[in-house]
């Protein structure tokens, strides 16, 4: 059961790389025997700051300047983002009246660790219950205590070196070319990849488009800038499969949307740049298959969205030496990203 767990909530490890640890510290096997609409609820608070951190990552790395190419010309970028996840996050409130056969003993409500909250031991987490709804001991009480748990622990990612803060890193890579008009076409790419002998599975689409605005304006050589807008869009599709011969799988599927205006000043080796405009992202996951437990089968038992939009700001430094392009940026949105950058471009 632990298993099926653990795959459920890192199917997006494949971009993550941290699947291992993730499994040391989850232990959410018998939350399945509260019932799919309790496991959902829990688990959708549980795995929040990771799948949000996701949807707002994958709008970053699109750009290191307003200026746009000449015609054909290229670049090729590859992009570490991390989603810093708020401190706020770090915990969600578990309040007895949202579920309906998992409850706190010892009060209405109680704070616990979301899955980047901090690594605690057993005798740390609070202790949870799950009802025998089922009446897998057939005695004919349903509301009695069928097993109790710790609540699962946080990753305590903050206190290992593979990042020095709490964050969702997104890695991303994209070609650019210049068409008409002052107009760069930008194309992220991976068709649909098997990732191992076990058939899971990952594939993305994007496209994104900027647009030099300065040359229609009056006037526009007299302005020491480069100014244009830019459009993207990114989706991600991942499979995991839990068990291939009895169709048990993961899925998740994430899209992100972002418009901005750039504005970039070349300066010797050296290119400021900022943007302002808006994003949105949408996640969907699920887990399909048919899945016994003490109560029951459970079938397709979870499946949860999360959605974010509103203004982003960034302001970046590309450093570039040649044909070699070094990037730095930092994004300011509900999940502040931070953005590290490698590139080739030939203008």
């Known amino acids: 059961m632990k298993r099926y767990i653990y795959t459920s909530l890192f199917c997006a490890s494949i971009l993550f790389g941290f699947s291992q640890k993730a499994k040391a510290q989850l232990d959410l096997g018998t939350i399945l025997e509260a019932g799919a609409e309790d496991v959902t609820t829990y688990l959708k608070n549980y795995a929040e700051p990771a799948f949000k951190g996701l949807g707002f990552g994958m709008n970053g790395g699109w750009y290191n300047t307003a200026e746009t190419h000449n015609l054909l010309g290229v670049d090729l970028s590859v992009s570490l983002v991390a989603s810093r996840v708020p401190t706020g996050a770090e915990f969600f409130t578990f309040n007895n009246?949202?579920?309906?056969?998992?409850?706190?003993?010892?009060?209405?409500s109680v704070d616990v660790p979301t899955m980047f909250g901090p690594n605690l031991g057993a005798d740390d987490l609070p202790q949870l219950s799950v009802r025998?709804?089922?009446?897998?001991?057939?005695?004919?009480?349903?509301m009695e205590e069928l097993v109790r748990l710790s609540a699962p622990t946080g990753l305590g990612l903050d206190e290992e070196?593979?990042?020095?803060?709490?964050?969702?890193?997104?890695?991303?890579?994209?070609?650019?070319?210049?068409?008409?008009?002052?107009?760069?076409?930008?194309?992220?790419?991976?068709?649909?990849?098997?990732?191992?002998?076990?058939?899971?599975?990952?594939?993305?689409?994007?496209?994104?488009?900027?647009?030099d605005i300065k040359q229609w304006l009056p006037g526009e050589k007299l302005l020491p800038i480069d100014l244009s807008v830019f459009l993207g869009f990114t989706s991600l599709e991942t499979n995991v499969y839990?068990?291939?011969?009895?169709d048990?799988?993961?899925?998740?599927?994430?899209?992100?949307f972002m418009a901005q205006a750039v504005v970039s000043k070349k300066l010797s080796i050296f290119t400021p740049y900022v943007g302002l405009g808006y994003a949105s992202n949408n996640v969907n996951f699920k887990m399909l298959g048919n899945f016994d437990t003490e109560t029951g089968t459970l079938t397709d038992p979870i499946d949860f969205d999360y959605e974010g939009s509103g203004f982003r700001a960034n302001a970046g430094l590309r450093i570039k030496l040649a044909i070699l392009t070094i990037t730095g940026e930092y994004a300011f949105q509900e999940y502040d990203t931070y953005t590290v950058g490698i590139g080739f471009t030939f203008r």
């Open 97 to 108: 009246s949202d579920y309906t056969n998992i409850y706190y003993r010892d009060a209405s």
């Open 248 to 256: 048990q799988r993961v899925t998740m599927e994430a899209n992100s």
């Open 242 to 246: 839990i068990d291939k011969d009895l």
């Open 132 to 142: 025998d709804f089922n009446d897998a001991d057939n005695d004919g009480d349903t």
């Open 161 to 211: 070196d593979f990042m020095p803060f709490n964050a969702v890193p997104v890695p991303m890579a994209q070609l650019g070319i210049g068409l008409f008009k002052n107009t760069d076409l930008k194309v992220r790419y991976i068709p649909n990849v098997e990732v191992d002998d076990d058939g899971n599975s990952v594939k993305l689409f994007g496209l994104g488009l900027m647009h």
